[in-house]
């Protein structure tokens, strides 16, 4: 398919109709952008542009256009949008939950472990007491300071809690493919492909757009 560039005006706004809502379609060098804009006919006037929502609800349809056509191009918006930007690969994209949700924590040292440190560091140890805190140390460490460390309540960091030498910080629910499986058992962020071995997020991918695709939005 030859690169192309193409404007659709699918509709105007209900709540106000000064607005019209315009997507651009471009296809160069394989690679395809499409975004959108709420605008005035004159494009003087701007509500919101780039990656907007198309409610087919909040649309008076242009000619032919229609609420399932609006359904369709919001699909391929979604599916094949910056096809050259691809953190999975194709198997990853079909059979992982690429959306889903994981919580995940934020531990720190706890003021009875402040306590042990600087205990340790002004001498206060005998050797028995000294060599249990350099096993402590690297388990909070684990828990709360390392590159990887873990944001879900691991045995480890149970086992910590229930000591006092680390308290919670922070929570909050994100997306697993940002979270490293070593930070939480359900993080997608550098997993393996399972068929081909891709980590998941360590590079940007192509994939090509299919033909009929391209052909679709052209015709549209």
């Not at 889903?100 to 140890?125: I, P």
């Not at 809690?161 to 930070?183: C, P, S």
Request: one cysteine or more.
């Amino acid at each position: 398919m030859q690169d192309f560039t193409k404007e659709v005006r699918i509709g105007r706004l209900k709540d106000d109709r000064r607005y019209n809502v315009f997507v651009d379609i471009e296809y160069k060098n394989k690679r395809l952008s499409i975004t959108g804009e709420e605008s005035t006919i004159s494009k003087k006037q701007m509500r919101s542009a780039g990656q907007i929502t198309l409610n087919p609800d909040e649309i008076e349809f242009a000619p032919g256009w229609n609420k399932e056509k609006i359904i369709r191009l919001e699909q391929i918006w979604n599916n094949w949008h910056l096809n050259d930007l691809r953190a999975g690969c194709k198997h990853q994209r079909t059979h992982w939950d690429l959306n889903k949700k994981v919580e995940v924590f934020d531990f720190a040292w706890s003021t009875k472990f402040h306590n042990m440190r600087k205990r340790a560091e002004d001498g206060l140890m005998d050797e028995k007491e000294y060599n249990e805190y350099k096993q402590i140390v690297l388990s909070v460490s684990e828990a709360t300071v390392n590159t990887t460390h873990h944001k879900w309540l691991s045995p480890l960091v149970c086992g910590l809690l229930n000591q006092g030498l680390i308290q919670i910080k922070g929570k909050e629910t994100t997306d697993a493919h940002w979270v490293r499986t070593e930070e939480h058992p359900e993080g997608l962020l550098c997993k393996p492909c399972e068929i081909c071995g891709y980590k998941y997020g360590t590079k940007w991918l192509h994939e090509d757009v299919p033909e009929e695709i391209l052909k679709e939005l052209m015709e549209m």
